[in-house]
């Protein structure tokens, strides 16, 4: 499993990830699901994966070497962030057809879908963030709906609906994706560490600048893991209680 | 869709539900989900329902039949909470059974399965909180793991996870369950109020004593949303960022 998640905000754009990958409880492995793309002072992008390695795998070493080669349509001659997207859906889309269903135990459950979060800037544009689907089609983020994420999305989501919008300062971003990533970690074991962390500061040009990468046991994860429960539990302990209520309706 | 939960601590056990139901996104209806059983200093069970409809009801309407009847084994003549965990798993396996797939466009989808979670105290034993599946099988809590959810249950489990524990007070499950109901609600439309919720006393042999129903829109409802909104923004706020780290492993 995985969990990827972005946040676009007025300041930029945070990224966060997990690095561990299974096929089966058996085979546990870790794998970077971050991947930088940038042309100094002209273009940052920062690729997030979901789903079939191999696919997202092959999706992201044609990205290198179509960069590389300059064949065709490449990252370095896109006009904005959504011809990426279309290119990232139409690689991904036919790097899915290549395999089909062979006999096996595990013909039933063969699943070749990669799922992606994009996100950068071109120039002088403003940065934009897109989810491109297994099929390639893709959606942006919006004000409404200023973060996206992919694979396991449902245990770090209610703390991002509360939290996130477009005036909030980079340092709440970043703290606000690692307790989504934390809490999603805690509760499916197939979402692990390291955990990559990303932001993007607008107009940069740069996906370098603010990057850090924490292993399993890093004191940062630990301190901000032991705070984060203390927080909340006093938290919870001030809201008020609903005991004047109970026996009202019996 | 539902969202249904009970929580097991030293002082009792602490219920909340979800009363939206669906079948379709143009047929959703309001049902209460939590079903009370007791016999007056002898007994009393709280029962919590997700799941197909229909076997729910018919589930908890024959649970009623058999004990105004005295017909056959009923909650009166149970020994043990389990006892009465696998009378209901035995219902509800048969219910299921009685409808297979016919034809029509909802053949494909037709699900008759219920899950159920049953607590409460017989005599001086201890309380007792089972999670019954639709084969009828169950699972306790435990100590390690001291609640117990059915329906959509991913939005609301981080915070259960990082606050309950034996030692807490009613208040503070309390709390705790109609956040994390508040959390599945605001992430999933199918999950609604009203929103019911009971305190057991332990041994106090009474499920009525402190309960409430509370309504879309109640003030306690919108006072907590509000009050946590802001209480875990500064939470997140105060905690220790990461901007030292970031830049660190470029």
């Not at 002088?124 to 996206?148: D, M, Q, R, V, W």
Request: glycine share 8%; with cysteine.
């Amino acid at each position: 499993m995985t969990y990827c998640l972005a946040i676009q905000f007025n300041a930029g754009l945070v990224f966060c990830s997990d690095s561990r990958t299974n096929a089966g409880p058996d085979q546990v492995s870790s794998y970077r699901k971050m991947h930088k793309f940038s042309i100094e002072n002209d273009r940052a992008l920062v690729l997030l994966t979901s789903g079939n390695l191999a696919t997202s795998q092959a999706v992201v070493s044609q990205l290198g070497r179509d960069l590389r080669d300059k064949s065709g349509f490449n990252i370095a001659q896109a006009r904005d962030v959504s011809e990426i997207a279309d290119y990232i859906g139409e690689l991904s889309a036919s790097e899915q057809q290549k395999y089909s269903k062979v006999g096996g135990p595990d013909a039933e459950t063969f699943d070749a879908t990669s799922t992606f979060i994009l996100g950068g800037q071109i120039g002088a544009a403003k940065s934009e963030l897109y989810l491109i689907y297994p099929e390639g089609n893709h959606i942006t983020a919006s004000e409404e709906h200023p973060f996206l994420q992919i694979g396991e999305t449902k245990y770090g989501k209610p703390i991002l609906d509360r939290i996130i919008g477009p005036e909030i300062s980079p340092d709440t971003a970043m703290t606000c994706a690692i307790l989504s990533l934390d809490s999603t970690m805690r509760s499916n074991a197939t979402v692990g560490p390291p955990i990559e962390c990303l932001f993007y500061r607008e107009h940069s040009l740069n996906p370098d600048e603010n990057y850090c990468r924490l292993e399993e046991g890093h004191p940062y994860l630990i301190e901000i893991r032991q705070d984060w429960d203390r927080s909340i539990l006093s938290a919870v302990e001030r809201l008020p209680s609903l005991s004047t209520l109970l026996g009202d309706a019996k």
